[in-house]
Structure formats: C-alpha cells, structure tokens
C-alpha cells in the first residue's frame, strides 16, 4: 500500500535558519505528492505538489520541494523561516484506491524562535 | 484558492445526540472527501463521492454517513454522537477532469462529544 513517512515529529528552527522537512514514501510507480500546512484550528492549505517533470519543484510562501526517486524522498525546504511558518506541514501521496484519496503522513510540527 | 466552506466550525454536544457537519463548495467539483484527523495523528479518509448520489467508504471505519444530493453539498451525519466521535472532521474536495488529484481542504470542524 502507499504510504508516507515523516521522520521528524517536531522540529524547532530559528527565525531567519533554513528547513528541511522530511518525507518518505512507499510506493510502486510514479507517485504523486504533496506538501500541506496547517496552522492552528485551521484545514490543509496546499504548498505544493509533484506529478511529473522537474524534480525541483516551487510552491507558496517561498517553499519548495524535491523529488528523489532514488532515496524514496520528498522534503520539503525553505531558506529562510519566518515566525508565521510555525505550523504543522503534512505529505501526502495519491493512494490507488478510494476516488484518489491522499495517503497522509503524522504530520511534523514546527515551531519557530525568535 | 478553494472555495470549500464547512459548518460548524466548532461543536460541543452530548452523547447520544444526532450531528449533522455541513461541507460546501463552489468549485463545481466532482469529487468530494471527508478525512477524519485526531490531536497529533495523520488524516484518515472516512467517506467519499465521485458525484451526485455517489458514496462511498474510506479506509477508516466509520459510524457516520453521507449523502450526495447537490454537486456542492457533502454533510456527513453521525446518528447518536458519543465521546469516541471527539475530533477534527475536514472536507475536500478535486476536480474529476484535468487536475483530479490535487485536493482543496476546507477548514475543519472541531467535534467535542461529552
């Protein structure tokens, strides 16, 4: 089954320091991923998603995202946090079944210090 | 951005009591979703609807149900609410032509069952 892995259940950065968020999938063919982030008492916000093509890819309030089919990975970067990152970011994958419904993973939750 | 509404966003009731979580969209899509998301966990997806009078089950099992009477409206009913029913409920929703795998949230709703 498809599934994603988000090693790192909290992670704490300086306002200003890079990020990295990871993420690992399980999956047979070429996936399709996403990067969503959801601030408190809120829903998921779409940051970015990969189909095909570049590897690189751009998404919202300056993220961005690279796949690796070698290492199985998707993370998530972003070169200089500000405060208003502090949230909880969550990958997913298309799954096969179920009308395409994502396969989500644990979520990792970033707080960002002064 | 999405268009995708939900209502309540907060509710507290008492056991035994019938809920109704309304979930709108203007965005004419097809597909519609409904995850269920508990404190520091991944979203699993309880229901979902290819269109109008489609309903279907999702990978988690759930007492709840669905209906598909208009192509914007999904609201997920819960017959006898009871404290295991406690958590956060989102909506989606996908376009089932061109991009039908990217997913809009709307913004929760937060159920407390005492």
């Known amino acids: 089954a498809q599934s994603v892995t988000q090693p790192d259940i909290h992670i704490t950065v300086s306002e200003g320091a890079s990020l990295e968020l990871r993420c690992n999938y399980s999956?047979?063919?070429?996936?399709?991923l996403f990067w969503y982030v959801q601030s408190p008492g809120q829903g998921l916000q779409l940051l970015l998603k990969?189909?095909?093509?570049?590897?690189l890819v751009q998404g919202i309030k300056g993220f961005e995202a690279e796949f690796k089919r070698s290492q199985s990975s998707f993370n998530l970067r972003k070169p200089s946090v500000h405060w208003s990152d502090a949230a909880e970011y969550f990958c997913?994958?298309?799954?096969?079944?179920?009308?395409?419904?994502?396969?989500f993973g644990k979520g990792t939750s970033l707080l960002v210090t002064p | 951005e999405a268009d995708i509404y939900q209502t309540p966003r907060y509710l507290v009731i008492g056991t035994g009591k019938k809920i109704t979580l309304e979930c709108s969209q203007t965005?004419?899509?097809?597909?519609m979703y409904w995850y269920q998301q508990d404190p520091g966990m991944e979203l699993h997806l309880i229901h979902y609807?290819?269109?109008?009078?489609?309903?279907e089950k999702g990978d988690l099992s759930s007492e709840s149900t669905v209906s598909r009477i208009r192509t914007e409206h999904f609201p997920l009913t819960l017959e006898s609410a009871r404290p295991s029913h406690t958590s956060q409920y989102l909506c989606?929703?996908?376009?089932?032509?061109?991009?039908?795998?990217?997913?809009?949230f709307g913004p929760g709703t937060r159920l407390l069952v005492l």
């Open positions: 965005m004419g899509h097809d597909k």
């Open positions: 990969y189909f095909s093509g570049d590897t």
């Open positions: 609807s290819y269109g109008v009078n489609s309903t």
């Open positions: 997913a994958v298309v799954g096969k079944g179920s009308g395409y419904a994502l396969n």
């Open positions: 989606a929703s996908s376009e089932s032509s061109g991009d039908r795998k990217t997913q809009y």
């Open positions: 999956y047979g063919a070429t996936p399709y």
